[in-house]
C-alpha cells in the first residue's frame, strides 16, 4: 500500500471537516500541509478550523498556510452561515484564537511541494483563489505536483448557487479558469453530478456516533452535530433527500478508489463573463474528433461512482482509524 502525501486547500465547513477526519483516520492518507482559506466561511475562522483540527488529532506537526481571503473578482465573499454554521462547524462555536498574521506564509508550501517532489498531490475542496494565486506565483513548482483533484462544478445537473453554477467556481470564476487553463497536467473534478449522490443517512450517522462513544473518540463524537446541522438545510432544499451529501469527502475518497469512480475526459471551460452563465463549468461532450472539439484544456470530469463502496470504505475508515505519532 503506497500511502498518499496530501496539500490541501480547505475553506472548512461541515463537509470539509468530515473529509478531513476521513483524511486524519485513513492510513493510505498522509496531510503534509494545509492551506486554510475564505470560502463556506471567512480565512479567519478557516484557520481557527484547522487549529482545531490539529488540537482534536494531536496533530499539531501539520504546517498550516493563510490562504486566500478575497476573490480574485474583487468581491467581498459571502458566507452561508445557513448551511455550515456561524464558524463553519454547524452548532459547534470554535473559540480558538489564532494570529491570523502570523499565517501571512502562504510562501511555505514552496518547502512542502519540494519536500515531496513528484510524490504529492493537492487535493482543492474549497474556492480555488489560493490554488490560482499558487499557479501564477509558481508556475513551474506545480509541475512537481503528481495530480490534482477539485471538488467543484457542476455539468449535466444544476447549479447550487445559480441554475448552472456550484458554489465554488461560483465563488471565484476567474481564478477556476486560471486553474483549469494552465494546470500543467488534467485535473480530476469531482463535481456536483456525483457529490450530490454521496449521501450519509441519520441511520449510518448515528452508528457512527454510538462507535465513537463508545470508543472515546472525542473527534469522532463532533461529526453528528455537524452533519445533523448539515442535513437540516438539505431537507429545506429537497424535501426528500435522504440524507446529507458530502461533497469533500467523495473527493478524498476518489483518491483512494480510483477504480471505483468513472471518469469522462473532456475540454472544459469556465464562464467568467458576468450574466446568467457566471461561474459555469462547461465541457464539450460531442462525439467529435478532438481536433473538432473547443481548443479547452482537457480534465478528469467524474460522472459515477460505486456508492455501496463508498459506504463501506468510509465506515471502515471511521472505525478503525490509524493511530498516528502527535
Known amino acids: 500500500m503506497k500511502v498518499k502525501n496530501i496539500l490541501l486547500f480547505s475553506d472548512f465547513g461541515i463537509d470539509d471537516m468530515v473529509a478531513a477526519a476521513f483524511?486524519?483516520?485513513?492510513?493510505?492518507?498522509n496531510v503534509v500541509g494545509i492551506v486554510a482559506d475564505y470560502?463556506?466561511?471567512?480565512?479567519?475562522?478557516?484557520?481557527?478550523?484547522?487549529?482545531?483540527?490539529?488540537?482534536?488529532?494531536?496533530?499539531?506537526?501539520?504546517?498550516?498556510?493563510?490562504g486566500a481571503g478575497l476573490p480574485l473578482t474583487g468581491d467581498i465573499p459571502e458566507f452561508y452561515p445557513e448551511i455550515h454554521g456561524l464558524s463553519g462547524l454547524g452548532p459547534i462555536l470554535n473559540d480558538v484564537v489564532v494570529d491570523v498574521d502570523f499565517f501571512e506564509n502562504f510562501d511555505e508550501i514552496k518547502r512542502i511541494i519540494e519536500q515531496y517532489e513528484?510524490?504529492?498531490?493537492?487535493?482543492?475542496?474549497?474556492?480555488?483563489?489560493?490554488?490560482?494565486t499558487a499557479f501564477i506565483l509558481y508556475p513551474n513548482l506545480l509541475k512537481q505536483v503528481s495530480d490534482i483533484y477539485i471538488m467543484g462544478g457542476a455539468f449535466f445537473v444544476p447549479g447550487n448557487v445559480t441554475p448552472v453554477a456550484e458554489a465554488n467556481i461560483y465563488g471565484d470564476p476567474y481564478a477556476a479558469n486560471i486553474v483549469l487553463s494552465h494546470a500543467p497536467k488534467k485535473v480530476y473534478i469531482i463535481?456536483?453530478?456525483?457529490?450530490m449522490s454521496a449521501i450519509l443517512t441519520p441511520a449510518l450517522v448515528d452508528?457512527?456516533?454510538?462507535?465513537?462513544?463508545?470508543?472515546?473518540?472525542?473527534?469522532?463524537?463532533?461529526l453528528k452535530?455537524?452533519?445533523d446541522y448539515y442535513y437540516e438545510f438539505y431537507q429545506k432544499q429537497f424535501a426528500d433527500i435522504?440524507?446529507?451529501?458530502?461533497?469533500?469527502?467523495?473527493t478524498f475518497w476518489a483518491i483512494m478508489e480510483e477504480s471505483a469512480i468513472e471518469y469522462i475526459e473532456a475540454p472544459v471551460k469556465v464562464v467568467v463573463d458576468k450574466g446568467v452563465a457566471f461561474g459555469q463549468t462547461i465541457g464539450d461532450f460531442r462525439k467529435l474528433s478532438a481536433e473538432k472539439k473547443e481548443n479547452y484544456q482537457v480534465h478528469y470530469i467524474a460522472v459515477k461512482f460505486d456508492y455501496r463502496q463508498f459506504?463501506?470504505?468510509?465506515?471502515?475508515?471511521?472505525?478503525n482509524p490509524v493511530e498516528r505519532e502527535s
Open 207 to 222: 452508528r457512527l456516533h454510538e462507535h465513537f462513544i463508545e470508543t472515546g473518540n472525542q473527534f469522532g463524537q463532533l
Open 23 to 29: 483524511a486524519v483516520f485513513n492510513e493510505e492518507v
Open 242 to 250: 435522504s440524507g446529507s451529501p458530502m461533497h469533500d469527502l467523495l
Open 191 to 195: 463535481p456536483l453530478d456525483v457529490t
Open 39 to 66: 470560502g463556506n466561511v471567512s480565512k479567519e475562522k478557516a484557520l481557527q478550523n484547522a487549529a482545531y483540527l490539529r488540537d482534536l488529532t494531536g496533530l499539531t506537526e501539520i504546517p498550516v498556510f493563510g
Open 225 to 227: 452535530p455537524m452533519i
Open 311 to 319: 459506504i463501506e470504505t468510509f465506515y471502515r475508515v471511521m472505525t
Open 118 to 132: 513528484n510524490d504529492i498531490l493537492i487535493v482543492n475542496i474549497g474556492r480555488l483563489s489560493s490554488l490560482a
